[in-house]
């Protein structure tokens, strides 16, 4: 049981490339978030998913797309990508039973 | 405008001591979660509060919702190393549970020998 998983852990892109996040969990949760975290600004939604073929905006939306395909994944995109996404992304999802989320380990995002 | 206060912002206390951190809102909180993380790493769950007055521990940690939901407090006691990190607070202000928490900023807690 991996719970949340989160590929890759590190990338440095340059601006204008485009990326895709993916997101995977094994505990057969229905809710799922992509968050991303800035240094003193706490954690800020992006945008999460109810349930598949289902997404939803957050908090920050503008510059990233996502996709739940399968119940399990929950993929964010970026198309073009600027130095403003630089950023630690964080994934988490969450049961229908229990309302804690549960996240993963991360991916460092550095756009230059 | 931050929905969601910490603090303090950072901590340092001495091995052995007792320390608290404050998350307050302006608004009523649905649920209040409390978060720990390490240097690097993801968000490890602690403690979930939902009701007005709700006192949880875990160890020697104890979070305390109060009785209007708008405060809560993480109080550790008898700090030890491995208490050291970030402790965040999240937030359901929404009520439906399914939109995503909002966090506070954090509070950095580090553990002097």
């Known amino acids: 049981n991996a719970g949340v998983t989160q590929t890759p852990k590190f990338r440095v892109l340059k601006t204008g490339q485009s990326m895709t996040l993916l997101c995977a969990q094994d505990m057969n949760h229905e809710y799922m978030y992509w968050y991303r975290q800035d240094p003193g600004m706490g954690l800020r939604l992006i945008h999460y998913s109810v349930g598949e073929g289902t997404t939803a905006k957050g908090e920050v939306p503008d510059g990233y797309n996502v996709s739940r395909l399968k119940k399990q994944n929950f993929l964010l995109g970026l198309e073009s990508a600027a130095p403003s996404q630089t950023s630690v992304y964080f994934c988490?999802?969450?049961?229908?039973?229990?309302?804690?989320?549960?996240f993963g380990p991360g991916t460092r995002l550095t756009v230059t | 405008s931050q929905e969601l206060e910490q603090s303090p912002q950072s901590l340092i206390v001495q091995e052995g001591k007792n320390l608290t951190i404050n998350c307050t809102s302006s608004k009523t909180l649905y649920g209040l979660y409390w978060y720990k993380q390490k240097y690097g790493e993801g968000l490890i769950f602690l403690m979930m509060?939902?009701?007005?007055?709700e006192e949880k521990s875990h160890e020697k940690i104890t979070a305390k919702l109060d009785e209007k939901k708008q405060q809560s407090s993480l109080h550790i006691t008898a700090s030890q190393p491995s208490h050291a990190g970030i402790y965040l607070c999240g937030a359901d202000m929404s009520g439906g549970g399914a939109d995503g928490l909002t966090f506070g900023k954090g509070t950095h807690l580090i553990i002097q020998p």
């Open positions: 988490a999802s969450r049961g229908l039973a229990r309302y804690e989320q549960y």
């Open positions: 509060l939902q009701k007005g007055g």
